[in-house]
């Protein structure tokens, strides 16, 4: 439905062991057939040696 690429780019260097912080927002297609539906996020890393630790605070969903 969507693809958000997050970047370290403008965000400050965060400490090992700590957490830092960003919004994202993306458009994602809808769905227009009327059922309820499973929505899956998956973080993977971005390239070969470099890792990824994603965590969820919050997802907010909204119509246009």
């Known amino acids: 439905l969507g693809t958000i690429q997050l970047g370290t780019t403008g965000h400050p260097a ?14 994602i297609e809808p769905v ?19 890792f990824t630790t994603l965590a969820l605070q919050g997802l907010t969903l909204t119509g246009n």
Request: hydrophobic share 30%; charged share 20%; no cysteine.
């Open 32 to 50: 227009t057939d009327g059922k309820i539906h499973k929505l899956y996020l998956v973080s993977k890393p971005s390239g070969e040696g470099s």
């Open 14 to 27: 965060v400490k090992p062991g700590s957490f830092g912080g960003t919004m994202l927002s993306a458009a």
